[in-house]
């Protein structure tokens, strides 16, 4: 079994930064990409920005610029820090997973974390 943990979020003011990170634990073989995704209040979950283990990033482009997604595969951990934020950041993130299956299983499978809160007041 694998888990996700986040941390970092709260309430901050419009142009301000806050750091989200997430770190996996349990038995891990290896990861592919990891990721962080946000839902606002009566909205879906849409992806915020992905990145692969070699480091290859994909951002939305609501945050591209504004936002950067780091990991440290040593420490199977994944980082999102968020500059010049806008109310309408103002969601639950969630960071997201995808887990090799070691030999000689095949494939992968995804774990979410539990969310974290960012609150950003206009």
């Known amino acids: 079994q694998v888990q996700l943990v986040e941390s970092g979020g709260g309430l901050v003011q419009a142009g301000g930064s806050l750091r989200l990170s997430c770190a996996a634990s349990g038995s891990i073989f290896s990861i592919n990409a990891m990721g962080w995704y946000r839902q606002a209040p009566g909205k879906q979950r849409e992806l915020v920005a992905t990145?692969?283990?070699?480091?290859?990033?994909n951002y939305a482009d609501s945050v591209k610029g504004r936002f950067t997604i780091s990991r440290d595969n040593t420490k199977n951990t994944v980082a999102l820090q968020m500059n010049s934020l806008k109310a309408e950041d103002t969601a639950v993130y969630y960071c997201?997973?995808?887990?090799?299956?070691?030999?000689?299983?095949?494939?992968?499978?995804?774990?979410w974390g539990q969310g974290t809160l960012v609150t950003v007041s206009s």
């Open positions: 997201y997973a995808e887990f090799a299956k070691p030999w000689p299983s095949a494939g992968s499978f995804g774990v």
């Open positions: 990145i692969t283990s070699a480091g290859s990033t």
